[in-house]
Nanobody, 115 residues
Framework: QVQLVESGGGLVQPGGSLRLSCAASGSISSINIMGWYRQAPGKQRELVAVITSVGGQNYADSVKGRFTISRDNAKNTVFLQMNSLKPEDTAVYYC?????????WGQGTQVTVSS
């Protein structure tokens, strides 16, 4: 059993920044992948960024160069630093854990980019 709790979402103007955090608790494998997905109104949930237990990273093309994913393995926490935000980034952002096969999801945190 694993629980994921996201925080850090909010309203920001275009060009601004936000930092999301996700703290995982429970029976977490030492080998896992943590990441962020997002879902905008009327669109499918999509991968934003993922990071492995040893630091390997992958990003969606739409966020490369603007977003940075990182993690603290000791605290089972993953972060997403979002810079140069665009209105198109508006979505509910979900934390994800692959443990390593079974997937767990957080409840989501709203990110709204608007002037």
């Amino acid at each position: 059993q694993v629980q994921l709790v996201e925080s850090g979402g909010g309203l920001v103007q275009p060009g601004g920044s936000l930092r999301l955090s996700c703290a995982a608790s429970g029976s977490i494998s030492s080998i896992n992948i943590m990441g962020w997905y997002r879902q905008a109104p009327g669109k499918q949930r999509e991968l934003v960024a993922v990071i492995t237990s040893v630091g390997g990273q992958n990003y969606a093309d739409s966020v490369k160069g603007r977003f940075t994913i990182s993690r603290d393995n000791a605290k089972n926490t993953v972060f997403l630093q979002m810079n140069s935000l665009k209105p198109e980034d508006t979505a509910v952002y979900y934390c994800n854990l692959r443990n390593p096969i079974v997937q767990y999801w957080g409840q989501g945190t709203q990110v709204t980019v608007s002037s």
